[in-house]
């Protein structure tokens, strides 16, 4: 499980593909070592090869490079490298990794990636898209903009191929465009800089950060007359913190001084606060509900009018629309039945629905859609996929506020997924009750999979709770006066700015605006093609309904006693443009003359007739004959003969231009055809475009490691030279790969030799059995070193060892190491070592023949004082005598130093097994009379040594500690320093003295030196610690002296232990 101390702060996804390399490289030479963050870096990489990224990478930075293992924790200062062949996902702070399919799908792994990392990472998520061809990704930063992450991309001016970085660029989720050397830093300063929130929550009142987020909802709503203080706070604060943390801003207030200044801000964070997530056939299993088990109830339902309305709200880019534009068309065919289906999509951001209304997408936002589906309803061009006539056709894109503007009615599906969620609940309900309103009876409301109906679900039967699939049942009305036209009070009134208001039903506002002139009468309604858009008044009177199928053309339904001069009027108004007014019509039904005024209304923008306002109104009985309009029996005869024929007329035009259109669609479908073969062909070049991509990175890789083959042979060469050992690399046959120039040099092997077989130069090399040698290093793996020969005057040692290739021995390297000094220096050695043996000969000699010489001398010196006493009796009282008795005696006892001192080097040591406790206790009881206390304990480990040496040393140590210690309660402490593993046994021997100073303690084993001050007695010769030192080098070991004035000194003795 992965601690809590290694859990990176953010987590930053890295996608690449084409020309990703240098990128990755710029990136990754930039970044900081300690972060604190992980770095995930998904490419397109090869199935057939096996990347080197993990290598490449590693020479760029110091933190931990890994290639992703399925279910590893994800861990701070890491980087983590995708794999071949598989999609990777991050789930709660873990890796996942899946085999990629072979189908025809396009396989989209950045995208796959930075989905799962929107949902786990949520605001802690950061994309960035470097250099690639395609698509790859756009859909994923959406993902991550929405759930409140950092989105940024490479400049595609500095990106090796643009396609991955404009293609983001185009959802307008991007924050921050840079070059990939500055991307680390921003980085860094994004994730520092705290959050807003924790910043004005940890202030005493929270007013003064309400107060600023109302001035930011103000200033919004003045710019794009939207009330965003509808929505949820939580959602719409971290979308303004997300903002303010990528201008690096440091508060509120700066923002608000910013959005206030900076028009492209103002736009920038409308498009962040927007909702724009959206994809085809968003929750396959909820579409495949949808298909089967409502479309075919919603085609039931109206098989009589034949006329099937739809309501997409909120659709941002238009994705869902067509979604269902694609199954209420497959459910037409299928059926064999033609429906007058009109799908309205709607939604609040005019730049998503100028999107939406192209119908043009990339081949990663198709990914979803069923292939069948995108042969069918789409045409392919340019790497663009079209949305075709045919779905085009069905759908209506209108600008429109569900939280505000009226909704479209006489609905039978209202779709609206993921839109509620980020609204208020009150809201919520508003919005719910304009569904209801536009609903007929026992139609559909299809929500997202998060949202429900709240107060509403008694009006409402459910379809499925899992797919959240509503009808409703309740045909009650809801008043809509929730429909606010007012912003919230949180935000500020101001004077609105001039502007279209929307449409509605292609009705404009000014429209409207006319026919509310003429509420007080009878009006009819029409549109430019003399349809009946509305009745008002007593308005109907006017009109009969015959049998059979209905029609809403005004020629159709009006009153026959007024058809003629109804049409007629219309075709002045058109022609003319003016009113027509008709006064004083006798009608057989109507007791009172009427009048007929016929107005064209104009759309104010085009200046075209876009509606008709037919106005009855009661005539006068009084006024002339000639106003009068009395149509008779035989009139209306002609009329309806004239009507007939234009009727078979306008039937035959229809027919043929049915005709010309029959022609139109073979000739469509031969250009289909060809378009087919076309796609064909670019879905061919696409593909080897895919391998190319690929190829490409591999070369990448490959053009790198080739560069860094080639420094590493140059660093070899120049190794190989400057050390100027001659070296011959064989192969399993024994032929010679490559010489270096000491060869050729030393050996007369040449560069053209290369490829001739080791064995045709063996005579070189002065060793006969090489090839033996040879065969036996490359059978076992075990290298061989040959003993040194002389060849061409010249000495060497020849060494053999394995060549080895992925773990396996390849051939054999032979290396030569010239030891012409090492054998000069032995001969300088051989020849100082024998000087050294003579003159320490000549010293043992000289000294044991000068000792026997003054001995005898001694003896003689002796024998003449004796005599000298037997004669002169009374000499012994002579001071003189005494002086030269004691000198002679003095000079005896160094004579017999000096032998022994010479004789040190000749003593055979005989080790033995010596037994420190009872030794000591011999030594010590020896002393017992110079008054002094002895401390060892009587468990000593035994030594392995020579007994008369070791003895000898620790009673001239214990001498010196007893002879040359004045303190009035002489001690003196012996004990051994034996750790377990130690090669050394240490012996010590510690007294209580005045010490030695520091400056005299290495002086102390020189020859004839006394421990003792200038004035006191002589009591020795000083040779004790000399002799001690000698016999000490004599059994490997060492002795040395530690000392503190008037404290005491210390003496070791350290002798190897011994088996």
Not at 1000 to 1015: C, I, N, T, V
Not at 1016 to 1026: K, W
């Amino acid at each position: 499980m992965n601690s809590i101390q290694n859990k990176p702060d953010f987590i930053v996804g890295v996608g690449a593909s084409a020309g990703g390399l240098e990128a990755l490289q710029s990136f990754f030479s930039h970044l900081p070592e300690d972060t604190g963050l992980a770095f995930i870096v998904i490419q397109h990489l090869s199935p057939d090869f096996k990347s080197l990224m993990d290598q490449l990478l590693a020479k760029l930075t110091n933190m931990k490079i890994v290639v992703a293992e399925n279910e590893m924790a994800v861990e701070r200062n890491t980087v983590y490298l995708i794999p071949p062949k598989v999609n990777m996902t991050i789930n709660r702070g873990f890796l996942f990794l899946t085999q990629q399919t072979r189908d025809h799908n396009l396989n989209l792994p950045i995208d796959i990636f930075f989905k799962s990392l929107a949902e786990d990472a949520q605001s802690h998520g950061i994309a960035v898209i470097l250099s690639g061809t395609g698509s790859d990704g756009s859909r994923g930063v959406l993902e991550i903009s929405e759930h409140c992450g950092l989105v940024i991309v490479q400049d595609p001016e500095e990106a090796k191929f643009d396609g991955m970085p404009k293609s983001a660029l185009s959802t307008n989720a991007v924050n921050k465009v840079l070059v990939a050397a500055d991307i680390p830093k921003y980085i860094g300063q994004y994730v520092a800089n705290p959050s807003v929130q924790e910043k004005h929550h940890e202030k005493s009142g929270s007013d003064s950060s309400d107060d600023l987020y109302a001035q930011i909802f103000t200033i919004i709503y003045n710019y794009k007359k939207i009330d965003f203080s509808e929505y949820k706070e939580k959602t719409i604060y971290r979308r303004i913190e997300r903002r303010l943390k990528a201008l690096l801003l440091n508060s509120l207030e700066d923002y608000v001084a910013r959005l206030k200044s900076d028009e492209q801000e103002k736009e920038r964070l409308c498009q962040d606060l927007l909702i724009r997530v959206t994809s085809f056939f968003r929750d396959q299993t909820a579409f495949e509900f949808l298909a089967k088990e409502v479309i075919p109830n919603i085609f039931h339902r109206n098989s009589e009018t034949r006329e099937i309305r739809i309501w997409v709200a909120g659709c941002a880019s238009g994705e869902e629309v067509y979604s269902i534009a694609i199954l209420f068309k497959e459910y037409s065919e299928k059926i064999k039945q033609a429906y007058d289906i009109k799908i309205f999509g709607s939604d609040i951001n005019r730049e998503a629905l100028a999107y939406a209304n192209q119908g043009v997408y990339n081949e990663s936002q198709i990914v979803e859609i069923a292939p069948h589906h995108v042969e069918q309803f789409f045409k392919k061009r340019d790497n663009q996929y079209y949305v075709s006539a045919e779905l085009r056709n069905m759908v209506v894109f209108a600008a429109q506020n569900v939280l505000t503007d009226p909704p479209f009615t006489k609905v039978d599906l209202v779709v609206c997924r993921n839109l509620l969620i980020y609204l208020k609940q009150s809201v919520q309900e508003r919005v719910i009750s304009s569904f209801h309103f536009a609903l007929k009876k026992n139609g559909y409301l299809f929500l997202g999979p998060s949202e429900g109906l709240g107060n509403f679900s008694r009006d409402f039967a459910t379809e499925s709770s899992s797919f959240r699939m509503f009808r409703k049942t309740n045909d009650s009305r809801f008043p809509l006066s929730a429909m606010k036209a007012s912003p919230n009070s949180k935000i500020k009134p101001v004077q609105a700015r001039p502007g279209n208001r929307l449409k509605v039903n292609s009705i404009t506002s000014s429209s409207y605006d006319r026919i509310l002139e003429h509420l007080l009468h009878d009006c009819i309604v029409l549109n430019a093609d003399e349809e009946v858009l509305h009745l008002l008044g007593n308005a109907k009177n006017y009109l009969s309904f015959q049998s059979g199928r209905m029609s809403n053309n005004i020629g159709q339904l009006i009153d026959d006693e007024l058809r003629s001069i109804l049409l007629s009027g219309l075709f002045r108004a058109e022609k003319e443009a003016t009113p027509v007014r008709f006064e004083n019509i006798k009608h057989s039904q109507i007791p009172h003359p009427i009048n007929l005024i016929i107005t064209p209304i104009f759309e104010p923008d085009t200046l075209t007739i876009g509606l008709y306002l037919i106005h009855f109104e009661d005539g006068v009985e009084h006024v002339k004959q000639t106003k009068n309009y009395d149509v008779s029996d035989t009139s209306k005869h002609i009329i309806k003969d004239l009507e007939l024929q234009l009727r078979i007329s306008k039937e035959e035009l229809n027919t043929a231009l049915e005709e010309s259109e029959t022609t139109n669609e073979e000739l469509q479908a031969t250009n289909e055809e060809l378009l087919a073969s076309n796609e064909e062909l670019q879905s061919t070049n696409e593909e080897l475009h895919s391998v190319n991509e690929e190829l490409y990175t591999v070369n990448s890789e490959f053009q790198k490691k080739i560069e860094e083959l080639t420094t590493l042979e140059d660093d070899i060469d120049n190794l190989l030279q400057s050390a100027n050992i001659g070296t011959i690399f064989i192969d399993k046959n024994l032929n010679i790969r490559r010489i270096t120039p000491a060869i050729s040099k030393n050996f007369g092997i040449l560069n053209h030799d290369i490829g001739r077989s080791i064995e045709s130069f063996v005579y070189k090399f002065n060793h006969e059995n090489l090839i033996d040698v040879i065969h036996g290093v490359m059978g076992g793996g075990v290298e061989r070193t040959l003993p040194a020969r002389i060849y061409n005057e010249n000495w060497y040692v020849m060494k053999v060892i394995p060549y080895m290739v992925n773990r396996s021995i390849g051939g054999a390297v032979i290396t030569f190491l010239d030891i012409n000094e090492v054998k000069s220096m032995e001969e300088k050695l051989d020849s100082s070592e024998h000087r050294f043996i003579r003159s320490h000969q000549d010293f043992v000699d000289f000294a044991y023949f000068s000792s026997t010489d003054l001995k005898g001398l001694l003896q003689g010196f002796s024998l003449h004082l004796n005599k000298l006493i037997d004669d002169f009796p009374k000499i012994k009282s002579n001071e003189s005598w005494l002086a030269l008795h004691q000198d002679g005696e003095t000079l005896g006892r160094i004579v017999d130093c000096f032998s022994k001192f010479s004789n040190i080097s000749q003593m055979e040591m005989k080790l033995e097994d010596v037994d420190l406790t009872a030794l000591i206790g011999d030594l010590t009881r020896r002393f017992k009379s110079a008054g002094c206390t002895f401390f060892f304990d009587d468990d000593l480990p035994h030594a392995f040594t020579d007994h008369s040496a070791i003895s000898y040393i620790l009673e001239a140590l214990i001498m010196n500690g007893v002879v040359y210690n004045h303190s009035s309660k002489k001690v003196i402490e012996l004990g051994v320093i034996d750790s377990e593993g130690d090669a050394m046994t240490t012996i010590y021997v510690r007294d209580n003295g005045q010490g030695i100073p520091a400056r005299d303690l290495e002086g102390a084993f020189k020859m004839f030196r006394q421990l003792g001050d200038p004035g006191e007695s002589s009591v020795g010769l000083g040779v004790g610690l000399s002799f001690s030192r000698r016999f000490a080098d004599r059994l490997g070991g060492k002795i040395w002296l530690e000392s503190e004035e008037n404290v005491g000194t210390t003496a070791y003795l350290q002798l190897p232990k011994l088996n």
